[in-house]
């Protein structure tokens, strides 16, 4: 079982697992995936799908894995 942690005015999860998707299926990944994933991480899914889209990236993939800062 995950067990949270109080942080802030949230909860932060620490999941067994680290996401292992591209950038090509984050950009590819539908809302409700995004919003799931997002979730599982104690992160806010809010705004549209390609805020989402952009915070998912921006906090699971590491600098220049998959070309994602040097893609836009």
Partial sequence: MVEKER???GYFQMPLHYPRYTAEDYKSMPEWKLDH???EYGL???GAVEQK???AMG???WP???GYYNST
């Fill in 59 to 61: 906090a699971f993939l």
């Fill in 53 to 55: 889209r952009k915070f």
């Fill in 64 to 66: 220049d894995h998959d």
């Fill in 7 to 9: 942080c802030g005015s």
């Fill in 44 to 46: 806010p899914a809010i």
């Fill in 37 to 39: 994933l997002l979730w």
